[in-house]
């Protein structure tokens, strides 16, 4: 079965400073990873995917992840964060057999305190 | 270009009343999900379309909940006789070709509270 755990549901970080974002996942075989933010009353917006290839993957609005296939994580990091960095954030991860759908975490919200 | 796009934004309603939801995804994506998203929870895979294929239904939570997706553009989720806990926030996502590492694009979604 495929599963998601983000532990931290909330996560504090003052301006300026790195930020990390947790998620571990479980899938049987190889993982297509992904994550998305959402800002208030706004629908989800896709940041960045681990396909293949390079494990440090980078997105957009200067997010990166890396895929650790031996900890079966794929941490969502900044070097330094911004106020407007402030949101919910998704892991989601789909196998390659062709399953249709992703599995979600359930999300962790980041606040960045200026 | 438009991204997904959903209707009505908000909807308050009595237990008991169906209603219907609206997504419109993006022109040419032929895969289509619905999902939905409990205050405190991550987000609830209801069910998916791809294509002309039959749907999968899997996620749905009781025979209560429906959708169509015709002409394989736009969908509806219809949910009959509503209860307070199907309050939650319903989001619509498309995603292009049936690779599945392409990246779904998610609609704002609709609020849906029954009173």
């Given at each position: 079965a495929q599963s998601v755990a983000q532990p931290e549901d909330q996560v504090n970080v003052a301006e300026g400073n790195p930020l990390t974002v947790k998620c571990t996942y479980s899938v049987s075989g190889n993982p297509y990873l992904f994550w998305y933010v959402q800002y208030p009353n706004r629908g989800l917006q896709f940041l960045l995917k681990y396909i293949t290839g390079d494990n440090l993957v980078k997105g957009s609005y200067g997010f990166e992840a890396e895929f650790n296939k031996s900890q079966t994580s794929f941490h969502l990091k900044k070097p330094s964060a911004l106020v407007s960095d402030s949101a919910l954030y998704f892991c989601a991860v789909r196998d390659r057999t062709g399953a249709n759908n992703l599995f979600f975490g359930t999300g962790t919200r980041l606040t960045v305190i200026p | 270009?438009?991204?997904?796009?959903?209707?009505?934004?908000?909807?308050?309603?009595?237990k008991g009343k169906d209603v219907e939801l609206r997504c419109d995804p993006i022109s040419g994506h032929t895969a289509l999900y619905w999902y939905r998203q409990s205050l405190g929870q991550g987000l609830e895979f209801l069910i998916y379309f791809?294509?002309?294929?039959?749907p999968d239904k899997s996620g749905l939570p009781s025979d209560r909940f429906s959708a169509e997706r015709t002409g394989g553009s736009v969908s509806t989720l219809t949910i009959q006789r509503t209860q307070q806990e199907d309050s939650a926030v319903y989001l619509c996502a498309s995603r292009r070709q049936a690779d599945n590492y392409n990246e779904q694009f998610f609609g704002p979604g609709t609020r849906l509270t029954v009173l």
């Amino acid at each position: 079965a495929q599963s998601v755990a983000q532990p931290e549901d909330q996560v504090n970080v003052a301006e300026g400073n790195p930020l990390t974002v947790k998620c571990t996942y479980s899938v049987s075989g190889n993982p297509y990873l992904f994550w998305y933010v959402q800002y208030p009353n706004r629908g989800l917006q896709f940041l960045l995917k681990y396909i293949t290839g390079d494990n440090l993957v980078k997105g957009s609005y200067g997010f990166e992840a890396e895929f650790n296939k031996s900890q079966t994580s794929f941490h969502l990091k900044k070097p330094s964060a911004l106020v407007s960095d402030s949101a919910l954030y998704f892991c989601a991860v789909r196998d390659r057999t062709g399953a249709n759908n992703l599995f979600f975490g359930t999300g962790t919200r980041l606040t960045v305190i200026p | 270009g438009a991204g997904v796009s959903q209707s009505p934004s908000n909807k308050v309603t009595e237990k008991g009343k169906d209603v219907e939801l609206r997504c419109d995804p993006i022109s040419g994506h032929t895969a289509l999900y619905w999902y939905r998203q409990s205050l405190g929870q991550g987000l609830e895979f209801l069910i998916y379309f791809q294509g002309n294929s039959a749907p999968d239904k899997s996620g749905l939570p009781s025979d209560r909940f429906s959708a169509e997706r015709t002409g394989g553009s736009v969908s509806t989720l219809t949910i009959q006789r509503t209860q307070q806990e199907d309050s939650a926030v319903y989001l619509c996502a498309s995603r292009r070709q049936a690779d599945n590492y392409n990246e779904q694009f998610f609609g704002p979604g609709t609020r849906l509270t029954v009173l």
